[in-house]
């Protein structure tokens, strides 16, 4: 059975970064992509970047770039995203989820990782 | 990168048929997915490439492509298919792109 595992909610200082991390189980990180979307309070859903874990090549989304930075361990098979230069605009669910790779759409979700940015 | 264009609501009563459509210049080349989303919950994949349902996803719900247009199709709706959809594409070079959302309201 696949399962993302993510990590605890966080509560962030605007300026500081967030790093959130996602446990992935079987044989994800060899056959799939991880990317990573959003969720702000009564919004839709947002994708900030993903990365292909074998080929460790990434993609973000250009609103995102400079901000963002997805990384990915094999060995733990744990994907990671941190967001910099936080601001009230990033409170949101932060889910990861497998992407199939030819034709990348979404399988499984995490549960998502709550951030909540306030001074 | 490209825009996916969806309805905000749709509202329909219970055994009738709600149609959720998407529209992006890219969906031409690009396939179309959805993905329905309860409240406090994370999304699910129920409908992939355009047509495809992924196993344990009921039959009432079907999917559709023509031209710039995916269609998410829910026959004879119940009550528990009250909730937010999205579509979902992506082009060539690995850009993700999702719809805005449509609630849909079983009356």
């Known amino acids: ?119 | 990168s490209f825009e996916l264009t969806q309805p905000p609501s749709v509202s329909v009563s219970p055994g009738q048929t709600a149609r959720i459509t998407c529209s992006g210049d890219a969906l031409p080349k690009q396939f179309g997915n959805w993905y329905q989303q309860k409240p406090g919950q994370a999304p699910v994949l129920m409908i992939y490439k355009d047509s495809e349902r992924p196993s344990g996803i009921p039959e009432r719900f079907s999917g559709s492509s023509s031209g710039t247009t995916v269609t998410l199709t829910i026959s004879g709706v119940q009550a528990e298919d009250e909730a937010d959809y999205y579509c979902q594409s992506a082009d060539s070079s690995g850009t993700v792109v999702f719809g805005g959302g449509t609630k849909v309201t079983v009356l």
């Open chain 1, 1 to 119: 059975q696949v399962q993302l595992v993510q990590s605890g909610a966080e509560m962030k200082k605007p300026g500081s970064s967030v790093k959130v991390s996602c446990r992935a189980s079987g044989d994800t990180f060899r056959s799939y992509g991880i990317i990573w979307v959003r969720q702000a309070p009564g919004q839709g859903l947002e994708w900030l970047g993903g990365i292909i874990p074998t080929f460790d090549t990434r993609k973000y989304e250009q609103k995102f770039q400079g901000r963002v930075t997805i990384t990915a361990d094999e060995s733990t098979s744990t994907a990671n995203m941190e967001l910099s230069s936080l601001r009230s605009e990033d409170t949101a669910v932060y889910y990861c989820a497998r992407v199939h790779l030819e034709w990348l759409y979404v399988d499984h979700w995490g549960q998502g990782t709550q951030v909540i940015v306030s001074s």
